[in-house]
């Protein structure tokens, strides 16, 4: 077995697809957790709560604890404790993130004069009025934090606006540019391998997209696995720097792991 102890798996293109699981998924997680690897699921994703990913991962025959998933939100609301207490945050985003706050204790309000910081996560129900009021906030001196920078998400129709869209027009608006903690910005690693207490170069990072999942692991000093399986096919990556594995799909994966 390659010489890691920890492993960070991405979700969306790397376990699933939308509902449907990967081939292999299950057994790629099994295989890791009978010889005792120690797992961490990771998404960028701030709308769905821990619980949400929880239940999404056990119905597809996949067995996760809620503390071996870390959303971008969930990752938020740790970064905003461990640096700034308990302020009072503005937020933009919906279950997941509201979620996260008030787990760790941190008080919402949406009166831009009484919050000290804005944290924006993809909110589908997003209005005028909000981004004007973290507007306000931002030209009065607010802390500005994002969960995650992703432009776009794919969806049936086609690839539609993210978190990335709606930064894009606070950063317009106020010239204020965002503290960004999801991938591939290095706050969301570290507090994975902290959940996982495990070293840089004993962690592997598992995804299907090279630009968030592949150069986080470069820039963290992960080892680092692509799979062909979702977002990035092996003609995207001709002349750039290589993975240390890139792998078909995740059967594929285990193999060379396991040699
Ligand atoms: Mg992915």
Known sequence: ??????????????????????PFASEFV???RKIGMKILFLTNNSQRTVLYYKHKLNKMGIKAEENEILTSAKATAIYIKEHYGSPWVFPIGEDG??????????PITYDWEMASLLCVGYDTNVTYYKLKQAALLLENGGIFLACNPD??????????????AQLAFLKAATGREPY????????IVKEALSILNTSAEKTLIVGDRYDTDILTGFRANLKTALV???ATLEKDIKNKKK????????????IKLSR
């Open 180 to 187: 960004i903690i999801g991938k591939p910005h290095m706050p």
């Open 30 to 32: 099994n295989n890791l």
């Open 1 to 22: 077995m390659v010489d890691i102890e920890g492993i960070i798996i991405d979700l969306d293109g790397t376990i699933y697809r939308g509902n449907t699981p990967l």
């Open 243 to 254: 993975p240390d594995f890139i792998a078909r799909n995740l059967e594929e994966l285990w």
């Open 151 to 164: 432009k776009t998400l794919p969806s049936e129709e086609g690839n539609i606006p993210g978190n990335g």
């Open 97 to 106: 993130l509201l979620t996260e706050l008030t787990k760790h204790n941190i």
């Open 228 to 230: 062909l399986t979702g």
